[in-house]
């Protein structure tokens, strides 16, 4: 086990012996944990500085400031648990991932969504102190007016990336919107802990690799541990392995959109010419038809529900992957937009789409039926429809369809098709 850190010589070294003393399976994760005490660089920091955290991790080490060393060991047993619980739930490098997907990401406020979640599940242990400070998720919850009747409940509903957007009401990064300025305001400086490293995972194959590592050692600990486990209960916020919504797109449009071949009965196969028609001297094969291609161009279709609320740069980034999509596989696209009724069809070329400059009304009502009535005269081979799901839908074609809907609406349920939720 090269990961595999023996507990000595730092200064988290009793507070991870009392750990395994209470919980031995969850207080044994610190066990695959690198530790690392930092030394006294006052002269790196200037008088303004804020005071940093006594513990931080980048996801894969614990780091230890010198002031660690003077709390009490109930604090300090709080402080690496909490830490162990940020690398075991992969909270640093969720950040880079989140981040890498919509842009901008405030790590102060996603570093306080996190804490929240952590601190929830260890703050029912009676053998370690949580700093004074430390947030639950049900003051942040209150924020969004979604609380819930206890943590664990809330437990089992809420994940960093879904807190962080419920909280994050920006309209840019230079603004402050209503919700997380109230959110930021429950935060406490000298508890920012999270110090993601970028480039640490190494190939995205490594760190898909980690996040199951991880996910089975929690599940393991936690059931080891049962009642007196460090995880309150077995969290919505696990590690797991998520497949980017974009990957999965482009893998359920190029199967759609892929030249396809038909049976051919005007010419034959070539094994039939190179036997020329014929098994042995005397023989005749039977006639075997050959293939061609269907159609030139395949085509898709995108059809846009305008009376929902889409966020522009989760437009921004689904026009962009259809663009590259058409492009790539050199289909035709048209573009049908509406809301109870079709508003404007478009006609583009192989990646020449404009689905950036289209724009949301919010509100009003939905229909798909004339919408997908309109495609299916462009006869497609697959349609892709942006929407929130909220409307009738009373005429189901014979072609695939996809459902792409946003994150908030991910409990819609789909007529028919497959629902892509888009993170």
């Known amino acids: 086990m090269p990961e595999l850190a023996a507990a000595h010589g730092h200064r988290g070294t009793r507070a991870i012996q009392r750990m395994v003393e209470f919980a031995p399976s969850t207080g044994g994760l610190a066990l695959w944990v ?40 109930a604090l300090q047993i709080g402080w690496v648990a909490h830490e162990v619980l940020h690398i075991a739930l ?10 890498a997907s919509i842009g901008d990401v405030d790590l102060e406020l996603f570093n306080l969504c996190a804490d929240a979640i952590v601190n929830s599940s260890l703050c029912h242990l009676s053998w370690l102190k949580l700093s004074p ?12 007016g979604a609380a819930h009747t206890s943590l664990e409940k809330a437990l089992l509903e809420w994940d960093v990336e879904r807190l962080y957007r419920a909280l994050d009401d920006r309209p840019n990064r230079n603004k402050e919107g209503a919700r997380s300025a ?59 392995t998520r497949t980017p919504w974009e990957q999965v797109l482009r ?4 199967r759609s959109l892929a030249p396809k071949r038909a049976l051919s009965w005007s010419r034959p196969t070539r094994s039939y010419i190179a036997n020329q028609g014929r098994i042995g001297a005397h023989r005749r094969l039977p006639w075997e038809p050959g293939f061609s291609g269907t159609k030139a161009v395949p085509r898709l279709v995108v059809i846009v529900d305008v009376s929902g609320s889409i966020e522009d740069r989760l437009m921004e980034r689904f026009a962009r992957e259809i663009e590259a999509i058409t492009r790539r596989l050199e289909a035709g696209l048209v573009l049908i937009i509406g809301d109870d009724r079709v508003q404007r069809v478009a006609h583009f070329e192989p990646g020449r789409s404009a689905l950036g400059d289209i724009e949301f009304r919010g509100g009003g009502g939905t229909d798909f039926t004339p919408m997908l009535m309109a495609a299916d005269e462009h006869r497609p081979d697959i349609a892709v429809v942006l929407t929130d799901l909220d409307g009738p839908t009373r005429f189901e074609p014979r072609w695939p369809v996809l459902w792409a809907v946003p994150e908030a609406h991910r409990d819609a349920v789909a007529p028919f098709g497959r629902k892509l939720v888009l993170t």
Request: aromatic content about 4%; proline content about 9%; glycine content about 6%.
């Open 34 to 73: 690198r530790h690392e005490d930092l030394t006294e660089r006052a002269a790196d920091a200037g008088p303004e500085a804020p005071t940093p955290a006594p513990v931080s991790t980048d996801g894969h080490t614990i780091f230890y400031a010198p002031q660690f060393a003077g709390l009490p060991l």
């Open 90 to 99: 992969r909270h640093p490098q969720r950040f880079l991932d989140l981040r």
């Open 133 to 144: 400070s430390a947030v639950l998720l049900d003051k942040l919850l209150a924020i969004i």
């Open 182 to 240: 109230r959110a930021r305001s429950l935060a406490n400086s000298a508890d920012a802990d999270l110090k993601p490293a970028p480039g640490a995972e190494g190939a995205p194959e490594m760190a898909a690799e980690r996040t199951r590592e991880w996910s089975e050692r929690v599940m393991r600990a936690h059931a080891g541990d049962g009642e007196f486990s460090m995880l309150r209960t077995l969290l919505a916020d696990l590690p797991r």
């Open 251 to 254: 893998t359920l449009l190029a």
